[in-house]
């Protein structure tokens, strides 16, 4: 029972037996298990009928009963191992103990403290949701409230602040270190699932970007770290009829340098799993982060495993344009209006981030080191290929020797990120067996 939603269907109706129930048909509610100051993110699905409670943990069955505010349930799994709730609702809230077997000591039991927050999962066909940030989360973390509740299908538009925590208006909302827009709650979206992410629009919402001149530390020669005074901000200025961008207030050998825009979100994310500790929104990993990844653009679409219930999606860092390993450490950082939907895919494997455009299929591979990224990048695809293909590692490693395109993403961060991609054009006479793509 490591991830649940709460689902309750068929209204509890008053009963002579006792007073009628708190709860409200169909309801969804998002629980959290105090575990020694861990939160674990639970799911459950239970029907009311009358007072009795029966429904699902997972593959866990539940029993129990529902008497005006106060929840009691068991959830028993194969083994007969039980799970203990007792809680209370009020006011949309629900907030009891529950009771899990010792992790050390055989027999034992332990109490924990359970909160839930009662979700409206969307209803009907999928539609256009627009949601207007007020605040914004430094990680990627499953402990924050859904920010707003979407379905697969689902058109979301909504916007992003810059790295600095500066909105299209030029006001400071929230701090620096990439502060991103969410999380999103995806109905339906369960650990082990792997969320499609559907970048369907990417538009400039303002007329600066800022960045630095100068060289990230791994771009960065002996020869060049001795040039001073590298490292200041620069201004650039944002011609959104037009497309391009150009120094605002350039030096002499740049007075004519104008570059065509091409909006990218550097940081799209999920919440890490159970066990791991929220991760900063400048960290990157098999969740996503801020993977600055330059193919991730308007018509792209990013998949990613799911760790939580719901996924939690977050996303931001938006760039007007950044260069391959983005190594003036800031790309034209700006904020955007964005517009994406999900799709759920079945679970399988994702030992990284992967990224579909119109003309390739690419694997970001994040470490420490370069050397390593590569490494991530080469297992990645060829999973991706024996996964959609059935093709042998022999067989892939033939395919990549002939086909494969690495690039820098990011050196910028505090691991680097090495893309691998391969032209869809090349792998257009092979049979696929499964596919996890558009």
């Not at 998002?30 to 575990?35: A, N």
């Not at 960045?211 to 959104?240: K, T, Y």
């Not at 690419?362 to 996964?387: I, K, N």
């Amino acid at each position: 029972m490591r991830h649940l939603i709460l689902g309750l269907a068929a209204a509890a109706v008053s009963s002579a037996l006792g007073a009628p129930s708190a709860l409200a048909a169909p309801e969804t509610w998002l629980l959290s298990v105090d575990r020694w100051g861990n939160a674990e993110h639970a799911a459950l699905t239970l029907e009311a009928s009358g007072h009795v409670l029966t429904g699902r943990l997972d593959d866990w069955t539940i029993s129990g009963r529902t008497d005006g505010e106060r929840l009691t349930f068991t959830a028993t799994d194969g083994d007969g191992d039980v799970r203990r709730f007792e809680a209370t609702v009020r006011n949309g809230v629900l907030t009891g103990t529950a009771d899990y077997e010792d992790t050390s000591n055989t027999g034992a039991r332990v109490r924990h403290a359970v909160t839930g927050l009662r979700l409206v999962l969307p209803d009907g066909p999928p539609t256009r949701r627009t949601y207007d940030p007020q605040t914004f989360s430094n990680t990627f973390t499953a402990d924050l409230a859904p920010a707003m509740v979407i379905q697969p299908g689902d058109v979301v538009a909504t916007r992003t602040i810059d790295s600095g925590g500066v909105d299209a208006q030029g006001r400071t909302v929230a701090l620096y270190g990439n502060p991103q827009t969410g999380p999103f709650f995806v109905a339906g979206a369960e650990a082990g699932d792997v969320l499609a992410i559907h970048i369907r629009k990417l538009s400039l919402n303002r007329d600066w970007a800022d960045s630095l001149d100068g060289f990230s530390g791994r771009a960065l020669s002996q020869g060049l770290a001795r040039v001073p005074d590298l490292g200041a901000r620069v201004r650039w200025r944002l011609d959104r009829a037009a497309g391009t961008a150009r120094l605002d207030n350039p030096p002499e050998g740049l007075k004519d340098y104008v570059v065509p825009v091409r909006p990218m979100l550097g940081g799209l994310g999920v919440a890490p799993d159970f066990g791991f500790p929220a991760q900063s929104a400048g960290d990157t990993g098999r969740h996503g982060g801020n993977m600055d990844l330059n193919a991730i653009g308007e018509g792209a679409t990013v998949y990613l495993p799911v760790f939580q219930p719901g996924a939690m999606l977050f996303l931001g860092d938006g760039h007007a344009l950044q260069g391959d390993g983005e190594t003036t450490q800031w790309a034209l950082e700006t904020s955007l209006d964005v517009e994406f939907s999900v799709e759920i895919l079945p679970s399988r494997p994702l030992s990284a981030p992967r990224v579909e455009t119109a003309d390739r299929i690419t694997v970001l591979g994040q470490a420490p080191s370069l050397d390593e990224a590569v490494r991530a990048a080469t297992g990645g695809m060829v999973q991706w290929l024996q996964q959609d293909y059935g093709l042998t590692v022999s067989e892939a490693s033939m395919i990549l020797g002939t086909a494969a395109e690495y690039r820098v993403a990011t050196l910028a961060g505090r691991n680097a990120g090495l893309s691998l991609s391969l032209d869809k054009g090349r792998l257009a006479g092979l049979k696929r067996v499964q596919s996890s793509s558009r």
